[in-house]
């Protein structure tokens, strides 16, 4: 047993209704011999006493009124300090009933207000914290465990902490994104050594990472329309992530919209061979439709298609804007566009089709891409900060988030916030007095955007220290309200998780626990689960509509931004980032004692 264990719980228990009542009627008790020691002068000794007082007493009389209508005077204190209340215009009895009474009264309301006081805080108010409701993991975890989660939980409601915001904003500022191989990357991996270990508590280093170094180099796309000025129009495209380049002068195609690769294989080699293939489609979801940014090119190559264009991954609502991402390299190159873009392009195809005017022409494209690709052409860096257990430091719970970008935007958003969210929640554990008793380990992982090389090396050079890999959580969903963890782990600890998240986390709204059926913990600790690590994914709400994670709604505002250059740290709220910050510190700390 720890010693901290006979400690009280730290926050304060709402009184039992049995000491409520004792402690009532003791205070009546009281009250009553109080009044019994009153000396009662009747009418005629009060008259009296009104022409005799003593000089020395002069003034200190001063005129009350009772309930009844009648009058008491009270007395200046004598040198035993007792008052003396002498009544005037009614009996001595009938002013012991009133007192008496009127003790009664105020006992019952004293007994109501306590009642209502505590029905408020433990019935009214489902999110504070309740220990008398708490669950048997909960009352069996030690009062110095709870005290330190209690601290941390405080934390998220302390509006003058914008660290974490105003770290992410810098670095952002100083040096942009964050492109897997790129200059950049390693100068912000710097930036945030650097300032770790300035933190009080806390290690920092970098492990190598061999990565893949592609450029996108210059690129364009012009759509031919001959009634516009110029006869054609530039529409706004990014190349996808590892695509093929063109030759140098470009690929000129005429554009056939497909709506699934269903579709592709019907039309086959007649129709698509020398054409631009654009897959154009509703958004149902980022994981429905992802397959053909990642595989499009891989598809339309098999019928001699020449390039590639794909309608943008993002909400419908976000028309013109166009997000990039990894796909599976072909030999012909990938272009993303925009919803408008394509749904102009769809148009054109299907007026064309019609006949209805010589105007209407079938939409031809110019696609021009420099890109190059040199494979494990860079030694990079994860980077780690560890703060150390008290008991057992070799035993870790790692926090993570991705620190590699895209080359648009700067990755406020994707991932940065959900990198220094581990940063934050570790920097605010260090800070308590009270260490946990396992390590805790932030790691911010290298090319998660394209092929995970840095989780790879991590699991590499720390696999024969998997077995003390306490637990993994990784967030890289967006960080903006806390709402709880997606948990690929054993029933008896989800079963912990979720006792901890109703009693205690429920205070920042994060205590909701789902399966990774749900939603998966992360590409990057993905490794780790599949070797019996326990692993979660860290999930937010979506701050525009309150929508909670495994419905459609939740994702909006994440992609509405993904991958694109609207990334910015404006997204990331800094009060938001700060509460998510303190609910991963206060379930870090809860696992790392168990």
Known sequence: MMPDEKKPIPWGLPPLRSEVIAKQQQQQKEEETDVAAVKVVDNEKAQQL?????QQNVGTLRPKKTIDGG??????????????LGQHGASSGMGMSLRKRMGVFLVGIGMLSGAALYVHSCVCDPNAINPPMFSAATRSTSAGTLEAVQQLLDGGFDSSN??????????????????TSSAAYDRSARWVVRTANGDSGMQAYTEPVFVDDWRRGHESLHLFVPTRPGGRVKIPMLGLGNSAPTPPAGVEADVVPVHSFDELARLGNQTIAGKAVLFNFPYTGYANVGRFRFQGAAEAEKYGARAVLVRTLAPDTSFESVHTGISQRARIPAASISLADANFIERMYQRARA???????YPRVKLTMHSQLRKHAKKSANVIID??????????????????????????MDDGAGAFLAWEAARMIAQLPRRPKRSIRVVMWNNEETFQRGAKAYYKQHKDEIKNHWFAVESDSGVFDPWGLAVDADERLVGVLRSYGADLLKVLGAGNITSSNVEEPGEDIAILCRNGVPCAGFLSRNPENDAAPGTLPWETHYF?????????????DKH??????????AWSYL????
């Open 50 to 54: 009104d022409t005799t007082v003593d």
């Open 71 to 84: 009058c008491y005077y009270e007395h200046g204190s004598g040198a035993d300090g007792y008052t003396a």
């Open 162 to 179: 914008t660290v974490a915001w105003d770290r992410l904003a810098e670095m952002t500022d100083l040096y942009g994104h964050r492109m």
């Open 355 to 361: 006949g209805v005017s010589a105007k209407h022409v």
């Open 387 to 412: 703060v150390k257990g008290a008991e057992s430091p070799e035993q870790i719970v790692l926090l993570s988030g991705h620190f590699d970008s895209w080359d648009v935007g700067v990755g406020a």
């Open 560 to 572: 509405r931004h993904h991958h694109a250059n609207s990334d910015r740290i404006e997204i990331i």
């Open 576 to 585: 938001q980032l700060r509460r998510s910050a303190a609910a991963l510190a």
């Open 591 to 594: 696992i790392a004692d168990m």
